[in-house]
């Protein structure tokens, strides 16, 4: 991935997609948090 994104550094990478991982997981968060509280 690193290679194909032009990245000279693997710190560059790891930064750039586990933040968009993190927020993929934030969101589904938000989702399932909203779902309970409809049905409490």
Not at 9 to 19: A, E, G, Q, V, W
């Amino acid at each position: 991935m690193m290679y194909l994104a032009g990245h000279k550094s693997p710190d560059t990478t790891l930064k750039i997609y586990t933040h968009v991982n993190m927020k993929s997981k934030r969101e589904a968060m938000d989702v399932i948090q909203k779902a309970y509280m409809l049905a409490g």
